[in-house]
């Protein structure tokens, strides 16, 4: 998906905050929560996230979804990750 129609579909969905995030390479964030919803759209490079006992790689131009307080982890690739987040208020 490119970062347009993105765009018009997290304002249909009610995602009103949106972010660009940037992480380091080889980085990495432990266990943890967000007080909101979070959908992203990877615009470079590369994360991991573990949730619920499942691993899954996102790369350019995937989207993941979190809900609001999923426990998950997450790590960078080599290259770092630079993604664009929605993030809804539950």
């Keep these: 998906m490119d ?5 018009e579909s997290l304002a249909k969905e009610g995602f009103s905050e949106l972010v660009t995030v940037e992480r380091e390479p080889n980085g990495s964030l432990d266990m943890h929560t967000h007080p909101f919803e ?4 990877i615009l470079d490079g590369e994360i991991s996230i573990l949730s619920d006992g499942t691993e899954r790689v996102y790369g ?13 982890t997450e790590r960078y690739g080599p290259g770092g990750v630079r993604y664009l987040v929605g993030r809804r208020q539950e």
């Design 38 to 41: 979070a959908k992203a759209l």
């Design 3 to 7: 970062r347009h129609a993105f765009v």
């Design 60 to 72: 350019t131009g995937s989207i993941f979804h979190l809900q609001a307080g999923q426990p998950h």
